[in-house]
């Protein structure tokens, strides 16, 4: 690129607003893309049985905290390793305000986010100020939510190690959350969040906060030389990472009527929060879903499919542990072969 | 006060674990002065720099700029006061398309729209303008160190820390850089200079500066300065002019 | 897809049983058992000419895996039942069961607990619940008695215990209820020690401080790997007690626990619900389990078996597969040759549980585990204060 | 992360104390604090001591290979507990089977991890190591962790297992109780760390190894074949945890998923103890054994491991880059 | 000692290099000048066995490295002065240079030592200095002589100078014709196109990925284009 020096035009001469180059409808794109989605999924229920749709909505739970998640370590550059403790106070702030207050659990989801938010904020600023990078910054998540795994474990006013029952209720009511079993609204109300979810991050991402946010994630020393509150920006991303993992929980606790520590804070949590992100994409709008999208169902069609395995199989036939293996086995060949997750390396193909 | 001068540095120093990088040095600046700064590798110029635009803390001295006393702030404190730098090593923010790199710097004080335009505007001006699109990573070297410029410019800075600039670009790629730079000057824009490449040095500095070991060894007019024994001594070597 | 009863009823000449247990993940061990001890139970109604009531419709298990987490054994529940199943058993852990029991409430299918000790299961006033074992509760009681039981025999009374539970529902509510049948009893748990349960890998302090408290025994209530930790660090201590005394306790009345353990197992007791060793139907059953899986079968097995019969004679008493008359026959029946050692008949109060679940208690001798208390249970004499045989 | 304001802060701790000492003065104040108002019987105490001093060592010894895979390829190995468990099975298959005393079965299982750490490094996370993600390997090592353990499940059924001992038995260690296994194991886990420590300070394998962890590809531009340290250092890794395995077998009941435990306690030691440092791999685990049998005497059931995270994330706010970290 | 035959070379599907010939004699010192992102690095690192080349041949005496792995080029003797210089960071300097040796037999570091300190007195201040710590120019130093350490018989260095003080900038160029007079083959890429085209025996001029222009030093130093595009006169 060998200039022939042109003397430059004084910078206050703006190019035209109309310019081209200025356009920008990355935004609109996704929007489009999500409402179609939302709309076609929709229509799941009416094809799935009654198993298809429990497997379909606990994918939905999976990609709503993956999408959170994916704020926060994605677009944040902060690698969480604790997810479980904002997932956690979600399905444990759902289950102590209506098992023992009564209080509507759509008003949980909200008392949940910001509570959730707030801790993570906590912790996020407790680890920053400290100076905690890289794996460091994700064992220190870690040990956050293990330390919440265990207090609640110790604690009479969450019931210990005994957790939290939903009692069921005579007949549907929507203030309280509870339908048939097999209703389809235990479908549609996740997808709706999951929805908004992904709504937030495409505004997020595009927002001046989000910009920021992803500047330090790139440098944080150039970014801070640009008159960036790196701090600021990077706590931005994990309240709304953290409020909308919380929402998730809560609805856990309502789908399943019941949760314990384990469920709610224990370290599988924050793994199957991570999961999806990776395989479909660290960093990316649609990564997260599509991720739960192949992860949520897989564990159970592999077992499906074993159950009554083709014949050339059949001597494998209730061997137990060898449907997860196939499914660890799967897991591995994908990360492997799709090392940027599945979205991330097809949009790499689509671009070259 | 009386009218001071738009920057003021006294006593200025810096010690990393034992090794002073910078020590008590007072320069001043005027307000759209051109100032240039060389120094044998090891100086502390980049540390200077860093002092100032807050990226280290200082171990003494004071830092005012514009009448206010930005000593020990953060750096993104003093960049928003309008003191911005560059760095030796560009570091882009890899991710992102060279416009959205510079759209960044400009959000600092607009709205996301006008932003993305100023930018475009400041892209066109360092001449970048045709790599709007393209992702900062897979510039060459020349469009790296405009893209450096680019960013701090468009935080509209009163003055602003060149660290070497020049460097990695060859005569060609120059001359066209010093070009913009003169522009930039002559639009109003106070510079603080480091480079290593004389030739620039001569053509831009209004002052010259010279630090050696941390030390502001001498300063004044760029033409005695070099002339100086102790300066071809220390940094331009015998067969210098 | 079909909703629970319908599916039931689509085929009447078999009867579909869900059986859902941890066949993976960290207990498949015991859960592999169980779900075998299920299949054995179906196999056999089935070669006795099925339900007779039903013109001998034949039952069919079909299996699911909880892979021990809650979430996943509520979505297999759902299966199931939408699979047709006209009744569940299962689930071997607390927080697995109680997200079944929920689907099955709402599912409207009686769902019998196997094995699941945590009280609280059935404190939900759900109707489609039944339990098989003894509870928390019962067992802490019971453990207590006979341990007071076993001290007057001897001659010399017991009058003090240090306790060592699992920390957690399971542990607190076993250790709560001895502590308060023991104080009945004239004994006092003069020192409790809780330990974690995970990251347990040495009892040796643990055992120390209840040792420091010197009791006429130590109790322990826990899992298997802990139990053994724990017997080893008393053989360690040799603390000046008359014996370790499990309640409750995965470890002390297992089969591989004496080859676990080694010499340290020796004669330990254990209060614990078990297979009745002196019932010719058991060990008939037990060595044809055996033949066919190629592994001992456990007391936690024979509950999987126990719970398909309850099933069977529910279908048998109410002469259909509609899961709610189901229900009702099961919730009015009377197993009177239990496979567990139990005070009676299996029959269920009106919160599910099985009334007359209890436990015995059994004592290692010569790596093996014998019956040792009440008597007509007996298979060995009981040793006891421990080594007082020579 | 490259900010200067760390790099000094690290700088500056390193000359002002240097943590080995840091550490032992708190740790021996602390336990006298303990005897002295600790309010509980001394030979309770000393046994603590003691048994937390022994599972620290089995602490250390998992540690230890977790800490270079951690710290040279920045690879989080999840399956390091499951690698525990699979080392722990084949032990107890040569013991069982071919009746081959437990320490000879240990040494014999060591050349088999490595071969196995290397094979899981050429094969399965190369391609992703060399791309410098650092999320891609995770999943392929937790993808590792189940497959290893339900494999294991496969062959052994879940059954608990055990091996026996030749020195079964215990004993009488100041006063307290301490079982010849568990000795063992520790003195165990002390040779590992020595002898590693040696490797890397001593071998031009070690040099190489360091190199590499700094900057792959400047160890490329001196001569250095990345990917075969790459593997030989996941090699390592996984060997250390099969002298592990061997040593814990005797007092450990086997299960397909015992290991797993260990995996998260081994990454809050090596991230205390500084990612890459063997010694602070081993200094670490140390330290959490300690807090977990002594805190155990005031905080009892999960309180110690409550303890445990506490202490970790207080010394990280003390010093970010770990207790022997470089960065 | 050093060609390269119609090589093509680049960044994933993205080709920079198409068909470079280049060729460098024994004890030469050829320089390899051209516009910013022309493809010098490019050429450099497809030499060093950094990025494979999709194409053509790369022959070191005789044998053909285009295939071999980066370390093996190092041990067949070629060294490589990374544009980024890829330092050890968070090693001191010792240390740094030590590694630089690793090629080689241990005794050889302590003679090694001294001529990389006799060629960059700082570098002996400094011993045990971290890297990523040290000044632009102080790294670059480092960079050079680490590779020296390595004893090698072919040395690539891209842009050596850069961010140099004049004075030093002029010793590391004088320091390469030393470096050559002890029997090394240098191919060097440099913006000092004037001082490096001074030194140098034969030169070529690479133009968005291909050989426009060689001639020896001198020719190339009074070609009117060259002098226009790359001397900046
Ligand atoms: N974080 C640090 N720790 C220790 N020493 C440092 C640190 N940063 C800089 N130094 C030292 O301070 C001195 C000044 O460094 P500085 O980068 O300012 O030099 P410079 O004038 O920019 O040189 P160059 O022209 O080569 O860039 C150097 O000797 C350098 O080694
Ligand atoms: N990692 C990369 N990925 C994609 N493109 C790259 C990468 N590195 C360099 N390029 C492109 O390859 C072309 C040649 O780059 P190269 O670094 O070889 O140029 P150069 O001659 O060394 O220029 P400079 O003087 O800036 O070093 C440039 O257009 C650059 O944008
Ligand atoms: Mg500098
Ligand atoms: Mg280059």
């Known amino acids: 690129m060998t200039e022939t020096s042109v003397s430059s035009p004084p910078a206050h001469e703006l190019p035209a607003a109309d310019d081209p180059r200025l356009k920008d409808t990355w935004a609109r794109r996704q929007l489009i893309v999500l409402v179609v989605g939302v709309a076609v999924l929709a229509c799941l229920p009416l094809v799935l049985g009654e198993q298809g749709e429990s497997v379909a909505i606990r994918t939905l739970i999976f990609a709503i905290m993956a999408v959170g998640w994916n704020l926060m370590s994605g677009f944040g550059g902060m690698f969480s390793f604790g997810h479980a403790a904002f997932f956690g106070i979600g399905a444990y702030t759902g289950a102590y305000l209506l098992v023992d207050h009564g209080i509507s659990p759509w008003i949980s989801m909200i008392v949940a986010a910001v509570l959730s938010a707030a801790v993570g904020v906590t912790i996020a600023y407790l680890c920053l100020r400290y100076k905690l990078a890289g794996s460091y910054f994700a064992l220190a998540t870690f040990a956050f939510a293990q330390m919440f795994l265990l207090i609640v474990q110790n604690l009479d006013v969450l019931n210990k190690t005994e957790g939290f029952n939903v009692e069921i209720l005579p007949s549907d009511s929507w203030s309280m959350l509870q339908f048939q079993q097999g209703s389809p609204l235990y479908f549609w109300i996740p997808l709706a969040i999951l929805a908004v979810a992904v709504l937030i991050s495409i505004l997020y991402v595009r927002s001046r906060a989000g910009q920021y946010a992803q500047a330090v994630r790139d440098d944080e020393v150039a970014a801070s030389s640009l008159g960036i509150d790196t701090m600021r920006a990077r706590l931005i991303a994990v309240a709304l990472s953290c409020g909308i993992t919380a929402v998730a929980g809560v609805y856990y606790t309502q789908y399943y009527f019941f949760v314990g520590p384990e469920q709610a804070f224990g370290s599988a949590v924050s793994v199957e929060a991570i999961i999806p992100a990776v395989i479909g994409g660290i960093g990316t709008i649609w990564g997260p879903v599509i991720g739960a999208a192949v992860v949520g169902p897989l564990s159970e069609l592999v077992a499906t499919v074993l159950r009554n395995p083709p014949g050339f199989l059949s001597f494998l036939q209730g061997t137990s542990g060898l449907d997860v293996a196939v499914y660890a086995t799967l897991l591995i060949i994908i990360v492997i072969v799709m090392p940027k997750g599945i979205f991330g390396t097809i949009r790499d193909r689509w671009r070259s | 006060m009386a009218l001071m001068s738009l920057l003021e540095v006294q006593g200025l120093t810096k010690t990393f674990a034992g090794l002073t990088a910078v020590s008590s040095v007072d320069i001043s600046v005027e307000d759209r002065e051109f100032l240039g700064i060389i120094g044998p590798n090891g100086a502390g110029k980049t540390t200077l720099f860093s002092l100032l635009a807050g990226s280290l803390p200082p171990t003494e001295g004071r830092v005012v700029f514009d009448g206010v006393d930005v000593t020990g702030w953060s750096a993104q404190k003093v960049a928003r006061t309008g003191l911005v730098r560059t760095f030796q090593l560009m570091r882009p923010f890899e991710s992102m398309s060279v416009l959205e790199n510079v759209t960044i710097a400009s959000l600092a004080n607009r709205s996301r729209k006008d932003a993305r335009r100023h930018a475009l505007g400041v892209l066109e001006r360092v001449q970048l303008a045709q790599y709007a699109g393209t992702s900062s990573g897979s510039l060459p070297t020349a469009g790296l160190k405009r893209l450096e410029l680019a960013r701090a410019l468009a935080m509209e800075p009163r003055m602003i820390l060149l660290d070497e600039v020049l460097a990695g670009l060859v005569p060609a790629e120059r001359a066209p850089m010093i070009e913009l730079l003169r522009d930039l000057h002559a639009d109003g824009l106070s510079v603080m200079f480091v480079e290593h490449i004389m030739a620039a040095v001569m053509a831009l500095s209004e002052r010259l500066v010279v630090m050696h070991d941390g030390r502001v060894l001498t300063q004044g007019v760029p033409a005695e300065v070099i002339a100086e024994p102790q300066v071809i001594e220390a940094y331009l070597g015998e067969d210098y002019a | 897809a079909c909703s629970g009863s319908d599916g039931g009823s689509s085929d009447s000449s078999t009867i579909t049983i869900g059986s859902i247990h941890p066949t993976s993940g960290a207990l498949a061990g015991v859960g592999g058992l169980m779900d075998d001890g299920a299949k054995l139970a179906v196999a056999d109604i089935n070669a006795a000419g099925g339900i007779k009531a039903l013109d001998g419709a034949k039952l069919k298990l079909s299996s699911g895996d909880s892979q021990g987490k809650a979430e996943v054994g509520q979505s297999e529940a759902q299966r199931l039942i939408g699979d047709g199943a006209v009744a569940l058993v299962g689930t071997y852990q607390s927080d697995v069961t109680q997200n079944v029991a929920a689907v099955a409430e709402r599912g409207r299918v009686p769902f019998v607990i196997d094995v699941a000790v945590d009280d609280k299961i059935l404190d939900q006033g759900y109707k489609y619940s039944f339990r098989v074992q003894p509870d928390a509760t019962s067992m802490g009681t019971s453990g207590a008695e006979s341990l007071a039981k076993i001290g007057e025999d001897s001659g010399t009374p017991i009058t003090s215990v240090a306790y060592l539970h699992i920390e957690g529902a399971f542990g607190d509510s076993v250790f709560k209820a001895f502590e308060k049948e023991a104080a009945k009893q004239g004994i006092t748990a003069v020192k409790e020690i809780t330990y974690p349960a995970t990251n347990f890998s040495d009892a040796t302090t643990q055992v120390r401080e209840a040792a420091a408290s010197n009791p006429d025994v130590i109790v322990a209530t826990g899992y298997f790997p802990d139990g053994v930790l724990i017997a080893k660090a008393v053989s360690e201590l040799k603390p000046d007690i008359r014996g370790l005394y499990g309640i409750a306790n995965g470890a002390f009345d297992d089969g591989s626990f004496p080859q676990a353990s080694g010499a340290s197992g020796q004669e330990v007791l254990s209060a614990n619900y078990h297979y009745d060793a002196n019932s010719k139907r058991v060990g008939d059953i037990r060595t044809r389990f055996e033949k066919k899986y190629g592994k001992p079968m456990e007391t936690a097995s024979i509950l999987s078996y126990q719970a398909v019969e309850v099933i069977a004679a529910g279908l048998e008493k109410s002469g259909s597969d509609d899961p709610e008359e189901l229900r009702e026959a099961i919730s009015g029946i009377e197993i009177d040759d239990p496979l567990l050692a139990f005070g009676g008949p299996i029959t269920f109060d009106e919160r599910g549980q099985n009334k007359n679940a209890t436990v015995i208690v059994m004592q290692i001798q010569d790596d093996a585990v014998e019956q040792v208390f009440p008597k007509d249970f007996a298979t060995k004499d009981l040793v006891f204060p421990v080594g007082s045989n020579g | 992360m490259t900010d200067t304001s760390t790099g000094q802060q690290a700088q500056i701790l390193r000359v002002s104390t240097h943590p080995t000492t840091v550490v032992a003065v708190t740790v021996v104040l602390l336990l006298a604090a303990v005897y002295v108002v600790g309010g509980k019987d001394s030979g309770l105490v000393t046994q603590s001591i003691v048994t937390g001093v022994l599972l620290g060592g089995v602490y250390a010894l998992v540690s230890i290979g977790l800490t270079l895979i951690f710290g040279v390829l920045g690879v989080v190995n999840f399956a390091q507990g499951s690698m525990l468990t699979m080392s722990m099975y084949i032990v107890y298959a040569l013991v069982a089977g071919p009746g081959i005393p437990v320490y000879v079965a240990t040494l014999l299982a060591i050349p088999v991890m490595f071969m196995f750490g290397m094979f899981v490094q050429q094969f399965l996370l190369n391609r992703l190591t060399s791309t410098g993600s650092h999320e891609g390997p995770l999943l392929v090592t937790l993808g590792l962790q189940l497959l290893i353990a339900n494999v294991l499940l496969m062959i052994f059924s879940g059954r608990p297992k055990s091996v026996g001992t030749p020195f079964d038995g215990s004993f009488d260690m100041f006063g307290a109780i301490a079982s010849y296994s568990r000795v063992i194991a520790f003195v165990g886990a002390v040779l590992v760390g020595i002898a590693l420590t040696l490797v890397l300070r001593r071998t031009s394998l070690g040099l190489s190894i360091r190199a590499v962890a700094a900057n792959a590809q400047g160890a490329a531009l001196v001569g250095v074949n990345v990917r075969r340290v790459y593997a030989l250092t996941f090699g390592i890794g996984a060997a250390s945890v099969a002298v592990a395995g061997g040593l814990m077998t005797p007092f450990t009941s086997l299960t397909p998923s015992v290991g797993e435990q260990f995996t998260i306690l081994a990454f809050v030691i090596v991230v205390l103890g500084g990612l890459g440092s063997v010694l602070g791999a081993t200094i670490g685990g140390l330290i959490i054994g300690l807090v977990q049998t002594v805190g155990a005497l005031y905080l009892p059931g999960t309180g110690s491991l409550i303890l445990v995270f506490a202490v970790f994330v207080v010394v990280l706010f003390l010093r970010p880059q770990g207790l022997y970290g470089a960065k | ?233």
Request: glycine share 10%.
């Open chain 5, 1 to 233: 000692m050093l060609e390269l035959k119609n090589v093509c070379a680049g960044y994933r599907r993205l080709e920079i290099l198409h068909d470079v010939s280049l060729t460098v004699g024994e004890k030469e010192i050829v320089s390899l000048i051209g516009a910013n992102g022309a493809g010098k690095t490019t050429t450099l690192r497809a030499v060093a066995g950094i990025i494979k080349a999709t194409g053509g041949e790369i022959l070191l005496g005789g044998k053909p490295v285009q295939s071999q792995r980066a370390d093996e080029i190092v041990r067949a003797g070629m060294l490589h002065v990374a544009q980024d210089r890829a330092l050890f960071g968070d090693l001191d300097v010792i240390e740094n240079l030590e590694m630089g040796a690793y090629s080689q037999p241990r005794s050889s570091i302590k003679a090694s030592l001294d001529q990389v300190f006799d060629l960059f007195p700082i570098l002996a201040t400094r011993r045990t200095q971290r890297a990523n710590t040290m000044s632009g120019g102080q790294q670059q130093m480092l960079a050079i002589g680490r590779a020296l350490m390595a004893r090698p018989t072919c040395l690539t260095l891209d842009e050596p100078s850069v961010g140099l003080a004049p004075n030093l900038a002029a010793q590391v160029i004088t320091a390469i014709t030393q470096i050559r007079d002890t029997g090394v083959t240098v191919l060097i890429v440099e913006q000092n196109a004037s001082q490096a085209l001074a030194i140098s025996d034969r030169a070529y001029v690479i133009e968005s990925g291909a050989i426009v222009l060689e001639g020896s030093g001198a020719e190339l130093a009074d070609d009117p284009r060259v002098r226009a595009a790359y001397l900046g006169t």
